[in-house]
């Protein structure tokens, strides 16, 4: 999947209109269900938005086992989405490495569940 080298610009209003935020992932397991190999994860965003579950095709570079207590970014405010048997309610985000298998994103230094990227 080639990839272009920049998409058009945006206006800062519109980025601002992405709420990414920092949670910690605290359930993780397989998605068997999945159409593709998957994972699904309770994550804990903090007091503000709370616990929310999600769906990710991971499965190349990650376990359920290692990713318990880990950071990672995601939107949470797209609406919902019907993965399989689940309501995936953030979108965690990832990048595709050089095989096109997803490496997730996640800050270099704890932060606080519930941080928005700024």
Same mark, same amino acid.
Request: aromatic letters at 6%; proline letters at 11%.
């Given at each position: 999947?080639?990839?272009? #080298?920049?998409?058009?610009p #945006?206006a800062?209003?519109?980025?601002?209109?992405?709420?990414?935020?920092?949670?910690?992932?605290i359930?993780a397991?397989?998605?068997?269900?999945?159409?593709?190999? @998957?994972?699904?994860? /309770?994550?804990?965003f903090?007091?503000?938005?709370g616990?929310?579950?999600?769906? @990710?095709? #991971?499965? @190349?570079h990650?376990?359920?086992?290692?990713?318990?207590?880990?950071?990672?970014m @995601?939107?949470?405010?797209?609406?919902?989405?019907?993965?399989?048997?689940?309501?995936?309610?953030v /979108?965690?985000?990832?990048?595709a490495?050089?095989?096109?298998? #997803?490496?997730?994103?996640?800050p270099?230094?704890?932060v606080?569940?519930?941080t928005?990227?700024?």
């Amino acid at each position: 999947m080639s990839q272009p #080298i920049s998409s058009p610009p #945006i206006a800062f209003a519109d980025f601002m209109k992405v709420d990414i935020r920092i949670g910690t992932i605290i359930e993780a397991s397989p998605f068997p269900e999945a159409r593709k190999p @998957a994972i699904k994860m /309770l994550i804990d965003f903090g007091s503000e938005i709370g616990v929310k579950k999600s769906s @990710a095709q #991971i499965t @190349a570079h990650y376990t359920p086992d290692i990713l318990l207590e880990k950071q990672v970014m @995601a939107v949470v405010n797209f609406p919902p989405r019907q993965i399989g048997p689940i309501m995936s309610e953030v /979108l965690t985000l990832g990048f595709a490495d050089e095989n096109e298998d #997803i490496v997730l994103g996640h800050p270099g230094k704890p932060v606080p569940n519930g941080t928005r990227l700024i």
